[in-house]
């Protein structure tokens, strides 16, 4: 890993290109919820970094540098520097820094895992919300989402991505979310029962009900 401290900011875009970019691609992922694992919050935190640390026991806040890891229970960070509190309710809350940090929980009552991978993560314990930015992949199974900006809410399961601007001195995908719609898992849902292609009716008192969609970007890791 490098030992810079993070990723700057883009710089603000003129007018011309502030419009262009108000037509980038918003995308919002509405799937199954996937609630990340309820008893880690119950779990105690644990750090570790090459490098001095500072930590204030009484307010439960600490800024730590050099191959930084944190976990509690099944999430665990990884970044070069992370700046972490504990939060009233016993969860975790950092801001972390690296290239790449990599933010790894466990799905509630499941055997898979979510993992994010960026220039800088703020995750939130308190709200459950996990945010990416600058060359971010996120992975919840097998679906995949890349942009430059990504968050996603443990809560309600959806993931968004904003298409931004690469920050400076770095190479990224750009103003563009990338991905890929793959079949539905039974073979599509507009097939009908004899196989004649005809579309399924739905069931009585509301539309059919589908598997979530599968977003796949191109499988490139996170570049350096």
Not at 13 to 35: K, M, N, Q
Not at 157 to 180: H, L, M, S, Y
């Amino acid at each position: 890993m490098s030992g810079r401290a993070g990723t700057p900011d883009a710089p603000r875009a003129g007018p011309i290109r502030a419009a262009a970019l108000a037509l980038a691609a918003t995308l919002a992922l509405a799937a199954a919820p996937v609630h990340a694992e309820k008893a880690d919050r119950d779990k105690p935190i644990n750090f570790s970094a090459d490098q001095p640390a500072q930590v204030d026991f009484q307010k439960r806040v600490g800024t730590l540098r050099g191959n930084v890891v944190i976990t509690q229970g099944t999430l665990s960070i990884h970044a070069d520097r992370i700046d972490f509190k504990q939060n009233p309710d016993n969860s975790l809350s950092a801001t972390a820094y690296g290239d790449p940090v990599s933010f790894r929980q466990k799905k509630d009552g499941s055997d898979e895992y979510f993992e994010g991978y960026a220039q800088k993560a703020v995750y939130n314990g308190e709200t459950q919300t996990l945010e990416l930015f600058d060359r971010a992949l996120l992975k919840e199974g097998k679906n995949e989402l890349r942009s430059n900006y990504i968050s996603y809410n443990e809560a309600t399961g959806i993931f968004k991505a904003e298409g931004r601007p690469d920050a400076p001195g770095t190479e990224g995908p750009g103003a563009r979310v990338r991905g890929v719609f793959q079949p539905h898992p039974e073979g599509g849902a507009a097939k009908g029962a004899a196989g004649t292609g005809a579309a399924a009716a739905p069931p009585a008192g509301g539309a059919a009900a589908g598997p979530p969609l599968t977003l796949t970007p191109d499988t490139r890791p996170p570049g350096k």
